[in-house]
Structure formats: C-alpha cells, structure tokens
C-alpha cells in the first residue's frame, strides 16, 4: 500500500532530520531559491542579529556594499558604537518592515524628514530615526539634518548597486509619530528625546501589515534596481520587553509567527524573494536552549556560526572554522538599542 508520505525524504520526518540529527548540521533546511554569485553586489539591513550575518558574508569573501564606511584611523570598536560597519549604510538597526520602507522612501525623495530630531538629557541632539548612533550626540539640529542629508545621498548610488538585498525582519511591535507616521528604532526617552502620548502610540503591526510592507519594500528596492533580488530572514533574538501589557514569552512568539508567515508567503510568491531559515536553525528544539547565551536573548558564537555554515554551504561557499566564527562574533559587540530596555525590568 502507498499513499503521499511513503517516498517522502528523511528531512520531511521529524525523528530522522530533528531528534537524531544534531542541530550543527541540520542537512537540507534550505535550498536556495536563487545562486549567490562570488561577484554578487550585496546589501545587508535588519535587526540586531543581521549584523553577524554581514560580517559573515564578508569573511566568505563576498562583496558586501558599505556606503559609509568608517573614517580612516577610527578604531573598529568605536566606529561600531557610531553606525559604522554594522550594515551596507549608517542606518543603524532597522527592526520593522515598516521602518525599511520608509526609510527607502526617504532616500528616493532624497530629503531629510525635519520632524524627528530629539534632544537628550544632556542637551545635546540625536536622530530620533537613529538614536543609537553618535553616543555622544550633536551640538544642534541643524547638524543632525545635514549628517542625515548626506547620509541618504550615498545610500541612493549603493542600492543602485545592489544585486541582493538581505532583510532581517526583527519586530512587529514598534513606536509611532500620530502626526506623521514615521516608527522608530526606540520608544521616544529611552535614549533621547522625550515621550509624549499626545504625539506617540504603540503600534504591533499585524500579520497584513508586515505583508503590504513587504510588498511596498520590494517595490521601493526595485525602484533603485529593477534585477535586486531580496533575501529574508527572521531574527532568533527573543523581545526585551513587550509594551503590550501582555507576558512577554507569548508576546515574542506570537511577534516572530507573525513574522516568519508573511516572509514565508511573500517568499513563496515571488520567484526573485527567498527566505533563509535562521529563526528556525536557532530556535530548533534539538539544540536544547544551547545556541542561547544564559540570559536566553543573545545568540552564542556556536549559534552564529552554525547559522552562518548552513546558508554558506548550501550556496557552495566555505565557512570558516568555528573558533574564528566565535572571535568575531561576540554577542557582547552587537549595537542594539532594545537591549537597553532589559535594564528597566531588573
């Protein structure tokens, strides 16, 4: 007697490819959609977790774009905690599909919005649409405008450039001008500026919210370039805190379902968008919590790599080994201003 799972292979049962399989090598999680040239122009933005993926790229060999790079002489721990050499722009962390596509609007009007500037406790101003960058902030909000300004002038010639665009989708909760519209990276006093209710509001976009964001991403990257491709993943890194009023533990798996179904669908329908499936190599039960630092948000080195080797060897390219995968992975270096919130709840 057959029926549909009898010649079915060892990856679609969970005992051969999960229980008995360790989760360093899970063999066939992904089949890329589409190669990944050596010669490749690629571009990287997301959450936190996306800055291991473009210092991984680059260790592979691959052509990473860098719009900005950091000045000449600045040592490579201070250029991180200014924006530099985390993604393919200063743009700092970009958690939301919603904050990417505003920011891709931006740069085609090649203006920069006037509303956002925030002043800090100190006196000084930061970017409200960046305000983990410049830690010690800048001396006026003319001088923001005009850093901003040159900013979005050299992001437009690299997405010019770009052949794939690999996105890492982070959150769906977020905080929302009523005025304008425009999220942030971080809820207005966190890091500067000021909470107002009357001019701030939650928001946990919906599942049709994430997809029309995806669709509107895509349409603004082929804007830059007609032939990008857009590469999708979903973070691992679970929520410092949920303004939901809701428990934290289902407000994160309910935040990354959210997620990791619009990547999934949109990915399905289209043949110039993949999903890689970090969020799951990460969170896989086999690894039993091992690929989390102690305090369960951060990924080890261990996880970083074993992230890192699977998509590397599935487009034919080598890793390197996982000693030097630790070394320059430490969770401790990510720039990510949500962390700060996970000092509020101690």
């Given at each position: 007697m057959t029926h549909p799972y009898s010649d079915l292979p060892?990856?679609?049962?969970?005992?051969?490819s999960v229980a008995e399989t360790p989760a360093a090598n899970v063999a066939g999680i992904y089949r890329p959609k589409f190669p990944l040239p050596a010669d490749a122009a690629i571009a990287?933005?997301?959450?936190?977790?996306?800055?291991?993926?473009?210092?991984?790229?680059?260790?592979?060999g691959l052509r990473v774009l860098?719009?900005?790079?950091?000045?000449?002489?600045?040592?490579?721990?201070?250029?991180?905690?200014?924006g530099f050499d985390l993604y393919s722009g200063r743009y700092g962390n970009i958690y939301t599909a919603r904050q990417m596509v505003q920011l891709l609007d931006e740069v085609q009007q090649g203006r920069a919005d006037p509303d956002h500037v925030w002043m800090a406790a100190d006196g000084r101003y930061r970017d409200g649409l960046r305000p983990g960058l410049d830690p010690e902030g800048l001396d006026s909000?003319?001088?923001?405008?005009?850093?901003?300004?040159?900013?979005?002038?050299?992001?437009?010639?690299?997405?010019?450039?770009?052949d794939i665009f690999v996105f890492t989708l982070g959150l769906t909760e977020t905080w929302r001008c009523r005025a304008t519209g425009r999220v942030y990276p971080s809820c207005p006093g966190v890091i500067a500026g000021q909470f107002d209710p009357a001019r701030h509001e939650f928001v946990?976009?919906?599942?049709?919210?994430?997809?029309?964001?995806?669709?509107?991403?895509r349409a603004a990257l082929h804007r830059f370039n007609p032939d990008m491709r857009l590469l999708l993943t979903v973070s691992p890194v679970p929520l410092a805190a949920t303004a939901t009023g809701g428990h934290?533990?289902?407000?994160?798996?309910?935040?990354?379902?959210?997620?990791?179904?619009?990547?999934?669908?949109?990915a399905d329908a289209h043949a110039d968008v993949d999903y890689f499936p970090s969020y799951e190599i990460v969170t896989n039960p086999a690894a039993r919590g091992s690929f989390f630092e102690p305090g369960l948000r951060q990924v080890t080195p261990t996880g970083v790599a074993t992230v890192m080797g699977l998509f590397l060897a599935a487009h034919g390219l080598k890793a390197q080994?996982?000693?030097q995968a630790a070394a320059l992975d430490d969770p401790?270096?990510?720039?990510?201003?949500?962390?700060?919130?996970?000092?509020?709840?101690?």
């Open positions: 060892a990856t679609a049962f969970w005992r051969p990287t933005a997301g959450s936190c977790f996306a800055q291991h993926l473009g210092q991984a790229l680059r260790r592979a860098d719009a900005e790079p950091a000045p000449r002489g600045l040592p490579p721990q201070m250029a991180r905690q200014h909000p003319a001088e923001v405008l005009a850093i901003r300004q040159r900013h979005l002038q050299n992001l437009a010639p690299m997405l010019r450039q770009a946990n976009f919906r599942y049709p919210d994430v997809a029309a964001d995806l669709v509107a991403m934290v533990l289902p407000a994160t798996q309910w935040s990354k379902a959210t997620l990791r179904a619009a990547a999934g669908d949109f080994g996982a000693a401790d270096e990510l720039i990510c201003e949500e962390a700060l919130l996970e000092a509020f709840g101690e």
